[in-house]
């Protein structure tokens, strides 16, 4: 038994140490935003999709380009626009001949979903009724085309980014599909330090090498790995208290019951559970802590509290309603 699990650690060692590599690798590129690239791969190893949030300028596109440049995994970008049509993404039927026969017959043509990492750019850009047809793909992973179901190839990651800013011509996600988001991450400014390396880096003829050095083989098995993580009954205990106390109907919380219109559902814990997990991982230990359900806490429950109208005219956020909560702890 030790033995073996010597073997487990000698395995999570390897494995984590690529994971380190791919920060250093991103690195190259992206000047901070250290806690970004750190939710991004905490939601590749908890086996979820992320959806990014910034103003522009703020490299959303690049990073996620850069993270695909140092996996040896098939990327696809999808720019999201008003006129985009579900068929553009999931893929359409064409008529073709066999030439032998004669005959005619249909032939399904895979879109740019058929990808393990999707980069769905803009994604609030495009209407519900292309929205949608990511639904199945994010849960399911497989899609649905004149009734015939196509597996996705795993690992999957579906990556989106939108902009908060500028609301013209914009489509906000439905509640329904923002809860697929496993992770929904805030992207602010850099700080001095970082813009002034920035302007220097970006501004001359020098341009960074982005090696691969994880495959989907290592990511998949990094996936079964955070799920076998344990966690103690306390915590996860502690966790349902976390999303239980977001619904104001039962909630004793009065923050909450001023503030909150909607609370979040259980996908939330399941996704709070296994993003701490995946937190734990990457930094090397093998076992959840009170700190890592607090880490996750914002990017989880962001997406999956709604706060009603007086809130929202007076600047209250789903993040000040999770540091209330947190509080509590």
Known sequence: MNKELANIEQEVNILTAKVRDLQKEIGKVIVGQEETITQLLITFLAGGHALLEGVPGLAKTLMIRT???????????????????????????????????????????????????????????????????????????????????????????????????????????PEAQQDRFLLYIKIGYPNAADETTILKNTTGTATAAVQKVINGEDIKRLQQLVREIPISDALIEQVSKIVRATRPETSENTFVKEWVSWGAGPRAGQAMILVAKARALIEGRLSVTLEDIKAVSKPVLRHRIVVNFRAESEGITTDLVTEALLKTL
Do not use: C, H, W
Request: avoid cysteine; hydrophobic fraction near 40%.
């Open 67 to 173: 993270l695909s440049d140092a996996i040896d995994l098939e990327f696809k970008r999808i720019q999201f626009t008003p006129d985009l049509m579900p068929s553009d993404i999931i893929g359409t039927e064409i008529l073709e001949e066999d030439y032998s026969s004669g005959k005619k017959f249909f032939k399904f043509n895979k879109g740019p979903l058929f990808a393990n990492i999707i980069l769905a750019d803009e994604i609030n850009r495009t209407p519900p009724k292309t929205q949608a047809a990511l639904l199945e793909a994010m849960q399911e992973f497989e899609v649905t085309y004149s009734g015939k179901t196509y597996s996705l190839e795993r690992p999957f990651f579906i990556l989106a980014t939108q902009n908060p800013i500028e609301q013209s011509g914009t489509f906000m996600l």
